[in-house]
């Protein structure tokens, strides 16, 4: 019981955490940078400022689907960001090109991440059916429950090592935005809040697969039962 409190605490705080997030970005997105600048020029300044001229800044649909691709070496950014002119879009932007920078600078964090990516999408991808099929034949077969959770605990394990990956990238964002000018000190508290709440997610996704998994260990080892 105490497990599903702790589960259904962390699904009420995720629900929050992304509402506030979205809430904070519309009103950040209608604070304008004092220079003009879109989030795709934001994006191409950090990297020149950077010496780094072989990552591309793209334009992808939809809303908060900004990420880094270190493979294509892309920014891609939501049309919201890479047009947007507003304090929102480039911190947003920043952000994604501090993942770039640490990728250029060999950051251990996360080329440690990367190096686990083939293995998480693996497990991201059966794990489900395997934790399914452990608790059904948990009497008969409860072996199959525990690959579940070796599984799952691969996934755990790559959320918490996704943060200091995140943290780092707003550091250098908001390190740089100060530096290059492109946020005042009016606004530069507002592009650290947005991105203090972008962080946040991860942290509560983190949360809330450490207490999944501490669910089924508890299951595989009959403690749920008493």
Do not use: C
């Not at 997105?29 to 793209?58: H, T």
């Not at 992808?60 to 689907?65: F, H």
């Not at 809330?208 to 749920?224: K, Q, R």
């Amino acid at each position: 019981m105490n497990i599903w409190i702790i589960v259904i605490g962390v699904m009420v705080l995720s629900w929050i955490v992304s509402a506030t997030l979205k809430s904070k970005f519309r009103k950040y997105s209608k604070i304008p940078v004092d220079n003009g600048m879109s989030g795709r020029e934001v994006a191409e300044r950090m990297l020149r400022d950077n010496g780094i001229y072989d990552v591309r800044v793209e334009s992808v649909q939809g809303q908060l689907t900004d990420h880094y691709n270190p493979e294509k070496k892309t920014i891609n950014l939501s049309q919201e960001v890479y047009n947007g002119r507003s304090v929102a879009a480039a911190a947003v932007a920043a952000h994604e090109t501090g993942h770039a920078v640490q990728h250029a600078t060999a950051y251990a964090w996360l080329g440690f991440r990367s190096k686990m990516v083939p293995a998480v999408s693996f497990s991201s991808k059966w794990v489900s059916w395997i934790l399914l099929a452990g608790v059904l034949m948990i009497n008969t077969f409860p072996a199959l429950l525990f690959a579940g959770i070796v599984l799952f605990a691969l996934t755990t394990v790559f959320s918490f090592i996704t943060l200091p990956v995140e943290f780092n990238a707003s550091q250098r964002a908001l390190a740089w935005l100060s530096n290059a000018g492109i946020t005042s000190y009016q606004n530069h508290d507002k592009a650290q809040d947005a991105l203090k709440w972008a962080a946040s997610t991860y942290v509560v996704a983190a949360l809330g697969s450490l207490a999944t998994l501490l669910y089924y260990i508890m299951l595989f080892t009959g403690g749920s039962r008493d």
